[in-house]
């Protein structure tokens, strides 16, 4: 029986006593898409699934990140040069390496960035990097189209 005399009606153990793992979200076995309990929303909580909202300004980002990439390599035509010394030397061994090398530094925090997603410091940085990359990219048609 519990405080107010009714009967305990749970088998299993409280799973809130162990903390959700990172590998629980693996193949779909998370349920977990938001924290229900005001008193869990103080501490730190990783959910196991995420929603549109999350995940649109990532794919956002990351397709942000290849069309700079491809305005990047047009722009080096027409004879403007890279500003960043490892993208630089990336192009150095080829355009394939250039985007590749593009995209995983772009991708490359992101996974952090969408675990720590609920916490109000860190939740609307996604957004604000991609509406960043957005003006990057507006300024190179910008350029290109000077060119023409």
């Not at 403007?80 to 590749?100: Q, S, T």
Request: positive net charge.
């Amino acid at each position: 029986m519990d405080r107010a005399g009714s009967e305990e009606r749970r088998t299993a153990s409280d799973r809130r006593g162990a903390p959700t793992s990172v590998w629980d979200a693996t193949f779909f076995r998370g349920e977990r898409r938001h924290i229900r309990r005001a008193c869990d929303r103080l501490q730190r909580h990783i959910v196991d699934r995420f929603s549109l909202a999350t995940i649109l300004p990532i794919l956002v980002l990351l397709a942000c990140a290849l069309v700079d990439g491809f305005l990047t390599l047009e722009l080096i035509e027409a004879g403007y040069h890279e500003a960043n010394p490892v993208m630089h030397a990336l192009l150095a061994w080829g355009p394939v390496h250039f985007l590749i090398g593009k995209y995983v530094l772009a991708a490359a925090g992101l996974p952090l960035l969408v675990l720590f997603g609920t916490h109000s410091r860190i939740r609307h940085l996604v957004p604000i990097l991609a509406a960043l990359y957005a003006l990057l990219i507006a300024y190179q048609v910008v350029l290109l189209r000077q060119l023409q």
